[in-house]
């Protein structure tokens, strides 16, 4: 399968566009300003404003309160502690699960390397529950394994399962990041090290271990977010381990009380944005891997059995680990209760795609169709400007662009109920209908697609931003000189060349739409049924055979697409006379 | 001014006669960059129609930066530019009739060389047919028919830049601006690419700016050379002239090598050909050529090219002194040798052509130095 093409879940930061003195000195044209006008008004509807309403939000008398409350209150303040200590603990497993992954990937030689690699990533394409709620069945108070098998009472939910499972999740970040940095270190230096007498193991500690250091430090940290944001799996595994996400869910699902959700949910917003700071910065003085010239030479494997027998034995065991997951999730779909009633049956299956959950099937499929184009092409023509055009502000617009991913999904998900509930009126005018909530026009459907676009856009925006650097401007200025606008440059040089990457982008961005909860969550409506949210309510009321159908219908969608993008990719890259 | 402006769109881009060209006072001060000297500090030139004018200097010089302002790519912080009376600051680079071939060629590499070549015929909306003849005139003539299909990745180095070489001309510019463009390529590959840009430009007689740093480039292929320095003009001159009578120190320095001789002017006379001097050098006495803004008591310096000095045994001596110097070095290059002799004015270095066998100079061997007078060339010293 083609999950290689998969770019991390969250891409750190490109290096920004490098410095060039001579570019950027020419005029915009008309249209490109229009262009740039026009991007800017889609992302401060999309981006800027619902976080403009969660600030106001959670700055009212009510959020003010809260605020305070979460940093006296000793309920609240437990809370807060139990968001960093998950955090931490996710932060540090999942960097060492990827690294020990990356590292066998990389510098070690085993049958079933490329199947590892699959199996790595296939936590990437799946819903989050999958793997929470095969976790339930497999180790929960009567798990097949703990209980069944073991024979022991055994309490999964809490900080533990929660670790495990965010862990599990959210691994496959760190393990590309860290095999994409241990590959481009040059051999050379392994080399220049071993001729002045290191040994194999001193190598590892005293160069490979400090290369590694950013990466290292860039994954703890946006694993840390992304555990802190993550929504689903509190809801479904945390039990009485409550962390500022699940919190804000129920302030506003539960007790109605937006503007403390609000309030919990800037909390949230705090440190994804520092992080995603720190991770741009970070991006443009990392300059450890491979400083001068190309890599040469060849990279020396680890041979020695004192490395590779643990390494394998741990990487292995937790592959085990996740294929059992999925494997519990497959068979779950196909039977009645997992490890209570195992008798096989097609009942879960029939009640997925008949009814309402063909329907949620359906629409979700549809709205993360029409969303995908649309976060494609919008960051594409945001990575044109960002690289090409503008040169004064193009950090401002990048960073902008890059707001849809940095911001937790929780975070979104409260700001679009609170900024598009209700029609947006300045003065006596409508500005916009209401485009959230049940009351919205298209029932809701609307604000759903722009928040697959604002999410899924970053990684266009990217992928976009990484394949422009490498054409040379040139080319766009031979076509200008020409006598082709700008506009007419970008339709048919700029966007011919990185439609590979587009395309990439685009997966990436379905995949993500598909399989996203936290933001949904909290502007689905009875007309509009997403999948992520039917699964969530399936698994809540303990149906975890349809649960596990839902999810193994969302695999094998999601691949599907993926499957299908990649022949069009490969299709289209011989080059063509078009007279 | 109004007319002209609003016809630019309807009249086509191409099929139009040379050019004349008036950069004047163009000046770029890139933003951010105040306070420090200019990347192009006020340039002025009239470049004929048809013309061929080379922009010469070391990197830095400006000399880049003035092109992509002529071509629409940067914007002057000041000054004019006019193409035959017309305004071409306020055109985008797209609405200038002109084209320019790149030092990397940027070719567009997922259109075919048909492609590529017909791009800008294709923007102008000319009729299929149309497009056909000029591309298949231009493939043709630049020896690229049979490559018509081929893709740019799969062309060698040399073939790209002709696919380059025709796609901006078959726009038929008023202008073409070349970007060092054949500093990608091997030394034998650019001398021959070099007699064929200049064949071409020839033939078709269009205007042409050309951006090098490769003085040989500049010699052969120009009309007129333009020594840039620091954002400035040193001279602009024929290759001729900036060779053997170059404005200032600079300039003969950078193109082609010179021994500078320290020397003062006894006695300055002005005749129908320009100045000539009277000096006194390595010992003897020279009547010379000198630059217009000499006078006497200028602080000068002598140049005599390497070619330009003339060996002869000196059996009776055994000192450096008057006319006397002693070789210190000898390279044999085949074509030539070259020497570096020591002189009572300092270390002179001399090229002998075609040195018959045997002949060459050991080093410590004694030599009278002198030179041809009517080749030296008296300027102003550097200060």
């Given amino acids: 399968m083609s999950l290689d093409t998969l770019p991390p879940a969250t891409l750190p930061a490109v290096a920004p566009p490098r410095k060039e003195s001579r570019r950027g000195g020419a005029k915009l044209d008309t249209v490109t300003k229009l262009v740039i006008a026009g991007v800017v008004l889609i992302l401060m509807i999309l981006i800027g404003y619902p976080l403009v309403r969660i600030l106001t939000q959670a700055f009212t008398v009510e959020g003010l309160g809260t605020l305070q409350d979460i940093f006296s209150s000793s309920a609240n303040r437990t809370v807060l502690v139990n968001t960093v200590i998950l955090g931490v603990l996710v932060g540090i497993v999942g960097t060492a699960v990827g690294f020990a992954f990356a590292y066998a990937q990389a510098r070690l030689d085993f049958r079933g390397k490329r199947l590892l690699h699959l199996i790595a990533l296939l936590p990437i394409v799946s819903p989050p529950f999958a793997v929470a709620t095969a976790v339930i069945t497999l180790f929960g108070r009567s798990g097949l394994i703990t209980n069944k098998l073991l024979g022991q009472d055994y309490n999964i939910y809490g900080l533990t399962g929660l670790t495990l499972v965010l862990s599990l999740s959210f691994f496959p970040v760190a393990y590309m990041n860290l095999l994409g940095m241990l590959r481009s270190l040059d051999p050379a230096t392994d080399e220049a090290a071993l001729s002045l007498g290191a040994n194999r193991w001193k190598i590892f500690r005293s160069v490979t271990i400090p290369m590694l250091i950013p990466g290292f430090a860039s994954c703890f940290l946006l694993l840390f977010v992304e555990a802190i944001a993550d929504l689903a799996n509190p809801l479904v595994i945390g039990g009485d381990f409550t962390v500022l996400s699940s919190r804000a869910y129920i302030a506003i699902t539960g007790e109605y009380d937006v503007a403390s959700g609000a309030a919990y949910s800037l909390v949230l917003l705090v440190p994804g944005l520092l992080v995603f700071l720190i991770q741009r910065y970070w991006a443009e003085r990392r300059s450890v891997v491979s400083v001068t010239g190309k890599p040469s030479g060849n990279i020396t494997l680890l041979r020695s059995p004192l490395g590779r027998v643990p390494l394998l034995a741990a990487v292995f065991a937790i592959a085990t680990l996740i294929i059992a997951i999925y494997v519990t999730v497959f068979v779950g779909a196909f039977t009645a209760i997992l490890g209570v009633n195992n008798t096989f049956t097609l009942a879960n299956y029939r009640y997925v795609l008949s009814g309402i959950g063909s329907d949620a099937m359906f629409t979700t499929t549809i709205l993360a169709l029409i969303a995908t184009p649309i976060a494609g092409a919008l960051g594409m023509i945001l990575a044109w400007l960002v690289v090409r055009k503008i040169r004064r502000g193009r950090g401002a617009l990048d960073f902008l662009g890059m707001l849809g991913l940095a911001v937790p999904g929780t975070v979104l998900g409260i700001g679009y109920a609170v900024a598009f509930n209700r029609p947006l009126i300045i003065g006596n005018i409508q500005l916009l209908p209401a485009l959230a909530g049940g009351g919205a026009i298209f029932g809701g459907a609307l604000a759903i697609v722009m928040v697959y676009v604002i999410r899924s856009m970053p990684s266009g925006q990217r992928s976009g931003i990484a394949s422009l650097q490498q054409i040379d401007p040139a080319i766009d200025e031979a076509s200008t000189s020409l006598g082709a606008s700008g506009f007419r440059t970008f339709w048919s040089i700029t966007l011919p060349l990185i439609r590979p990457a587009l395309l990439s982008g685009l997966t990436y961005a379905f995949a993500r739409a598909m399989t996203t909860l936290s933001p949904i969550i909290f502007i689905t409506t009875p007309q509009t049924k997403i999948m992520t949210s039917q699964i969530l309510s399936e698994v809540d009321a303990g149906r975890f055979g349809n649960a596990f159908a839902y999810c193994t219908i969302l695999i094998a969608i999601v691949l599907g697409v993926i499957g299908l993008m990649n022949l069009i990719i490969r299709d289209r890259s011989a080059p063509t006379r078009t007279s | ?383």
């Fill in chain 2, 1 to 383: 001014m109004a007319t002209s402006l609003s016809t630019t769109r309807e009249t086509p881009r191409t099929a139009s006669p040379a050019g004349s060209l008036q950069l004047t006072d163009l000046v770029k001060q890139y933003p951010g960059s105040a306070g420090t000297e200019p990347a192009v500090a006020g340039i002025t030139l009239d470049i004929r129609p048809g013309e061929f004018l080379t922009l010469l200097g070391p990197s830095g010089c400006g000399k880049t930066t003035t092109l992509r302002m002529i071509a629409g790519f940067e914007t002057p912080s000041h000054g004019t530019l006019t193409l035959d009376g017309e305004d071409m600051i306020a055109l985008t680079p797209d609405k200038r009739p002109m084209a320019m071939v790149f030092q990397s060629y940027a070719l567009f590499p997922h259109m075919s060389v048909f492609d590529n070549v017909a791009y800008g015929l294709r923007l102008q909306r000319f009729p299929r047919k149309r497009v056909q003849e000029e591309v298949d005139f231009a493939l043709a003539s630049m020896s690229l028919t049979k490559l018509a299909d081929r893709a740019p990745n799969q062309l060698s180095g040399g073939q790209q830049q002709r696919v380059a070489l025709a796609r901006a001309m078959v726009m038929k510019p008023k202008v073409l601006l070349f970007d060092e463009p054949l500093s990608n390529l091997d030394a034998k590959l650019r001398v021959q690419m070099r007699t064929e840009i200049r064949a071409l430009q020839h033939k078709l007689g269009i205007t042409s700016v050309y951006v090098t740093h490769d003085q040989d480039e500049a010699m052969s292929l120009s009309d007129r050379i333009v020594v840039m320095r620091q954002g400035r003009i040193e001279q602009v001159a024929t290759p001729d002239t900036v060779y053997r009578k170059p404005a200032s120190v600079f300039v003969a320095d950078f193109i082609g090598r010179a021994n500078f001789l320290d020397t003062t002017i006894d006695t300055l006379v002005t005749d129908g050909g320009g100045n000539r001097a009277t000096v006194r050098a390595l010992g003897a006495t020279y009547v010379v050529p000198a630059h217009d803004a000499l006078v006497t008591g200028s602080p000068v310096c002598l140049m005599v090219r390497p070619e330009s000095v003339a060996l002869s045994p000196a059996p009776e001596s055994r000192e450096v002194t008057g006319s006397y110097g002693r070789v210190l070095k000898s390279v044999f290059y085949g074509a030539w040798v070259e020497y570096e002799i020591e002189t009572v004015d300092g270390n002179v270095t001399a090229v002998i052509h075609d040195p018959a066998p045997g002949d060459i100079l050991a080093s410590g061997t004694f030599v009278q130095v002198s030179f041809e007078q009517d080749r030296a060339w008296l300027l102003p010293a550097d200060d």
